[in-house]
């Protein structure tokens, strides 16, 4: 775990270049294609106790440093929230939100980061993209859902603290460390979960402009990933540092996850449920079901993804 490590713009577009090279060619579904049968049914035997853990965070509806942009949730009927006191009535309500904010829990299509104008793949953006919505990559590609093993590190754990203060960066070192003394190896397929701390230290300490500060990957750590042919990518953050960790990319592990590697990325989930049952349990692997909402065009979705121990 490092405070401080930039690459330059050259080393990172070496290394983008190396990670590209390891995506799945031509797919279309990224790596999610190393999820196969195979793997879903070894993921559903990790299922024991069969209890089901919520890994998303309770929708955010007041403005905060961190969201501008809160989701909006209101009561449409009854008229002024009133009831009356006979016959039948339905109480009925709406909710907007804005998906990719750095508060509430969601999953980023492959069509969510542009490139040197292009998406993962090469495929064109000015092609793809328009006002209506994306024509290739979206997230109607798991429509269907993804279910795979789930593997949850947890980084402060390993370095005996309750989370990450902003601008740490946990290298690959931390996760094959993280993994040695957890005693569960990532895989072919999984569903890496990588615990920094955020969700914990802004409910204990209170929201602040992770705009500025935010701890999360190291773009090298891409590497461990690549390694082991993880399916998706999910943290308490967004996965990426602030400040970036990359000279000239704002955000280097979602271009190197999306755009080159083909990851779908799962942003500021919850594991403060989780975590605690996985370290009484001495087991950190489990099935993950993760299922968006049916959004044809859309560049990703709000999710509830779930543990089943």
């Known amino acids: 775990m490092r405070t ?75 008229a002024d929230g009133e009831p009356g006191s006979t016959g039948l009535e339905f109480a009925r309500d709406r909710i907007a939100m804005n998906i990719h904010g750095d508060v509430n829990s969601h999953i980023d299509a492959l069509c969510h980061v542009i490139y040197d104008g292009t998406l993962h793949g090469g495929i064109p953006a000015a092609d793809a993209l328009s006002p209506d919505g994306a024509s290739a990559l979206s997230i109607d590609l798991v429509r269907d859902g993804i279910v795979g093993r789930g593997v949850l590190l947890d980084i402060p754990r390993l370095h005996g603290v309750p989370w990450l203060e902003p601008g740490s960066q946990v290298m690959a070192e931390d996760l094959a460390a993280a993994e040695a003394g957890q005693g569960v190896r990532v895989g072919r397929g999984d569903i890496l979960l990588v615990r920094v701390g955020h969700r914990r230290r802004r409910e204990e300490l209170g929201a602040w402009d992770t705009a500025d500060a935010r701890a999360g990957l190291h773009p090298t750590a891409m590497e461990f990933l690549a390694e082991r042919e993880v399916a998706v990518l999910g943290s308490d953050g967004n996965s990426d540092t602030a400040p970036s960790a990359a000279q000239g990319v704002a955000f280097p592990v979602h271009v190197l996850a999306i755009h080159a590697m083909g990851l779908h990325l799962l942003d500021y989930l919850r594991f403060e449920d989780l975590a605690p049952i996985c370290a009484r349990d001495g087991r950190w692997s489990f099935l993950c079901v993760i299922a968006p909402l049916r959004l044809p065009a859309a560049t990703g979705s709000p999710v509830n993804p779930l543990a089943i121990l």
């Open 4 to 78: 401080s490590d930039e690459l330059s713009e050259a080393d990172f577009r070496s290394l983008y270049r190396h990670l590209r090279g390891t995506a799945p060619g031509g797919a279309r579904r990224g790596a999610l294609d190393t999820i196969g049968e195979e793997q879903v049914l070894a993921a559903v035997r990790e299922v024991r106790s069969g209890r089901t853990v919520s890994l998303a965070a309770p929708v955010n509806t007041r403005t905060a440093p961190d969201d501008a942009e809160p989701a909006e949730h209101r009561l449409t009927a009854p």
